[in-house]
């Protein structure tokens, strides 16, 4: 079975950076892709970013286009996701998810990532 545990949330004031981790285990094998979504309270849950295991394509949200940045260490299957000039707008529960499917038109869809993290939060005073 395949496991992801996200940490390096807190408390941060707004400007300030960030970097969450999340380690795959056990079947990563069918892990193809990886992506972090957030979700704040009251809302839906949304896509931040998106890698694959091999190559370099990334994906990015709009809203963080240019102050996160999602990187990956293919030996310690770790996936990170640098956050810098946080703003309290960014405030929400950050979760790692795993996909099967490497061709996807709908990266940015939580409906097709098979394995998620339990989530960690972040909270950005202004």
């Known amino acids: 079975q395949a496991q992801l545990v996200e940490s390096g949330g807190g408390l941060v004031q707004a400007g300030t950076s960030l970097r969450l981790s999340c380690v795959a285990s056990?079947?990563?094998?069918?892990?193809?892709?990886m992506a972090w979504f957030r979700q704040a309270p009251g809302k839906q849950r949304e896509f931040v970013a998106s890698i694959f295991w091999t190559g370099d394509t990334t994906n990015y949200a709009d809203s963080v286009k240019g102050r996160f940045t999602i990187s990956r260490d293919n030996a310690k299957m770790t996936v990170f996701l640098q956050m810098n000039s946080l703003k309290p707008e960014d405030t929400a529960v950050y979760y790692c998810a795993a996909r099967n499917n490497v061709y996807v038109t709908n990266f940015y869809d939580p409906r097709v990532y098979q394995t998620w993290g339990q989530g960690t939060q972040v909270t950005v005073s202004s």
């Open positions: 056990g079947r990563t094998a069918t892990m193809n892709a």
